[in-house]
């Protein structure tokens, strides 16, 4: 958890800067109190009114059905996803740019919507030949190319359920997820590019496979031209079937709660969770914020170009990337690579090529571009941007500060948005020409959105004390479930503090109510916004030979938030190399995947327990914090003092 620095409470609030704020969607704090009580008075017939923005083949016939904690939006009610983000701009927005996507070796490709439109039909059509059928489950594992969001529209488009990979995780993990979805289809690419090396998706995905019986089809997009294995009658290419398949696909009708994806995120456990997200409510959720959040302006002369600068393997490429923007019929654009590719001001030229208007980008991002210093921007014209968002972990003032002045150049606002996978959309965040910001706190709830900060008991804290996030009603883009393990979706989100949805973060609110998120209270870590449990990686050290025993913590890190800890006891006999230090650290980036790799390994005689044999993490977070062994030396750690200790003090602490 992030370190509080109660002054930051004091600061005052930045007044929404008065160009942008006289042609904003809300316009003054009071139009926000305004919609927000009405939500909360009657949230029923405020997202039944807010649902009129979807395009519906039938309409709902009750708003919504809450057995706590299963939530039914918009019974009755039939829409397709893809229809919702493509065809129904066709007549007006046509020809209107859709997507610019931009390789990381400057190749450039721009899709109107009807262009989209006609490649999602196709790809749908080449799936239903491959016997995908509604309901079924196909894995992607891709990199960031136009054929990513044209296989999620495709699936959602003949009602098929996607579950995205992120390109980074290992054959292990992206194993697990297809095992536990029971994927008989996997689409990927022979290759992605990432700083000019080729990542093989294919060579991976293969190893995969051998553990992934289930499997029957694999589509691969040609994207590096790379020699793969293939193996004939599994193997499919993609620009071959779509070719053969017809640009006429019809959109049929869904029930408002047909599942649409599944994104595996982090827990407590080793076990990732499937979070499910179904059709019509996550969709208004992503289309209402994108909206409120990011001021869209769409169907103008003016139009936005908005860019969200997240993978699609992560929930924010999901519902920002894709489905938001698209179904406000937006302009967006996609980057395929790193932000320091070839040069550190790659993100400052695309901004000042596509004329970005809208940027999204993540906390670790704004603090790594000022760490690159102020030279790499200043030669760029970023006159185009007129509001900034942020996302996956608190931003800490002196960046909010950095990127306002900097990027913004004082006439932006900047959205500090709170949400997780399981929220679906944006949570808590300032209406950008409403809510007076303060750096650091993602500042009011939306409309629509009860959040509190509650002791265990479900008790109200008082401003300027640290309690638990909670939102007390149900939302229409909330996770349904744990895709197969509904014991456990009623376990971690709603039994905790019984009632009421459990965030697992760690909050405070100050006395204009503003919340200010602080961290994670579990054992989930976030490394550069990722999502990742100590647990997890806990597993796959201790699947070392070398290794007994693991504990994984996380330490505060100057760019990426939080960095990975690792306390490791070694089998008897094994000496403690920098060799051995190096090869669990790549033996964890392995099993999981590069975005796990620890930042530091260290050795330690025996790990501090409880007397119930509980290993504390909090005290190794302590030792973690203040440095001491150097992460260069191979000096077995005496931990035995604060072994005894925590043993004296004989209670479980988590
Ligand atoms: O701890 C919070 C942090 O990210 C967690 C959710 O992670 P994930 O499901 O990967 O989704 C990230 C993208 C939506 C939260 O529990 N988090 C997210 N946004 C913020 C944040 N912490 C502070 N401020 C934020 N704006």
């Known amino acids: 958890m992030q370190e509080f620095d109660p002054h930051v409470l004091e600061e005052k609030p930045i007044a929404p800067p008065a160009e942008f704020q006289k042609r904003a969607r809300v316009q003054t704090l009071e139009e926000y109190k305004k919609i927000y009580d009405r939500a909360k008075d009657d949230p029923e017939g405020f997202w039944g009114e807010q649902a009129k923005m979807l395009d519906w083949f039938e309409r709902p016939q009750k708003v919504l059905e809450w057995d706590l904690p299963h939530a039914k939006w918009f019974s009755g009610g039939k829409l397709n996803v893809a229809h919702n983000c493509l065809d129904r701009h066709l007549a007006k927005n046509g020809k209107k740019v859709a997507l610019y996507w931009e390789a990381e070796d400057g190749k450039r490709l721009k899709f109107t919507y009807a262009e989209l439109h006609a490649r999602v039909c196709k790809f749908a059509n080449a799936l239903l030949t491959l016997g995908v059928k509604a309901g079924d489950c196909v894995a992607v594992y891709m990199p960031m190319i136009p054929e990513l969001p044209i296989a999620l529209l495709a699936c959602a488009r003949i009602g098929a359920i996607h579950s995205v990979v992120f390109g980074g995780f290992s054959a292990v993990s992206l194993a697990d997820r297809i095992g ?339 961290g994670r209270v579990d054992d989930v870590i976030k490394v550069a916004g990722h999502r990742l449990s100590s647990m997890e990686i806990e597993s796959a050290l201790v699947s070392h030979p070398s290794v007994a025993e693991a504990a994984v913590v996380a330490r505060p890190d100057e760019i990426k938030g939080e960095a990975i800890v690792c306390f490791v006891t070694l089998r008897s006999g094994i000496e403690p190399t920098r060799e051995l230090r190096a090869a669990l650290g790549e033996h964890v980036a392995v099993t999981i995947g590069t975005i796990a790799r620890p930042s530091e390994v260290r050795f330690a005689d025996l790990l501090p327990k409880t007397r119930s044999g509980k290993i504390m993490r909090r005290l190794l977070r302590e030792v973690a914090e203040k440095g001491g062994v150097s992460g260069d030396t191979t000096t077995l750690e005496d931990l035995s003092v604060i072994a005894k200790l925590a043993a004296a003090k004989g209670t479980d602490e988590e």
């Open 180 to 518: 536990d979805a029971k994927a008989k289809w996997l689409i990927t690419a022979d290759g992605g590019y990432r700083r000019g090396h080729v990542v093989p998706l294919k060579d991976t995905a293969d190893k995969a496979i051998e553990s992934c019986p289930t499997i029957e089809k694999v589509v691969v997009v040609k994207r590096t031209g790379e020699k793969v294995a293939w193996k004939q009658g599994r193997d499919l290419w993609w620009h071959e079937l779509e070719e053969k398949a017809s640009a006429k696909c019809p959109a049929p009708a869904f029930d408002a709660e047909h599942p649409l994806y599944i994104l595996y995120t982090s827990g407590t456990t080793g076990k990732p969770k499937g979070v499910l997200h179904t059709s019509a409510g996550y969709l208004l959720g992503c289309m209402y914020t994108m909206q409120l959040v990011f001021d869209l302006r769409a169907d103008s002369r003016d139009d936005d170009v908005y860019w969200c600068t997240a993978d699609i393997g992560w929930v924010t490429g999901h519902s920002y990337l894709v489905y938001g923007p698209l179904a406000n019929a937006a302009t967006c654009v996609m980057y395929e690579g790193a932000p320091d590719f070839p040069k550190r001001d790659r993100f400052w030229e695309i901004i000042e090529r596509y004329k970005v208007s809208i940027l999204y980008s993540s906390a670790t991002a704004v603090r790594a571009f000022m760490a690159w210093g102020n030279d790499w921007i200043t030669k760029h014209d970023l006159s185009s941007l007129r509001l900034l968002g942020t996302v996956g972990e608190p931003i800490n003032p002196a960046a909010w500060k950095w990127y306002f002045e900097v990027i913004g150049g004082n006439r932006c606002p900047i959205v500090d948005t709170w949400w997780q996978t399981e929220t679906g959309a944006i949570m808590i965040s300032p209406l950008p020409g409403a809510t007076p910001t303060k750096p650091g706190s993602a500042t009011l709830p939306m409309p629509g959105v009860i959040s509190r900060v509650v002791t265990m008991k479900g008790e109200a804290v008082k401003p300027g004390e640290t309690g638990y996030l909670v939102i007390e009603k149900p939302w229409p883009s909330m996770l349904r479930t744990i895709y197969g393990d509904d014991e456990r979706f009623k376990r971690d989100y709603w039994t905790r503090i019984p009632g009421v949805y459990f965030t697992g973060d760690a909050a405070q609110l100050d006395a204009d109510g503003y919340t200010w998120v602080l």
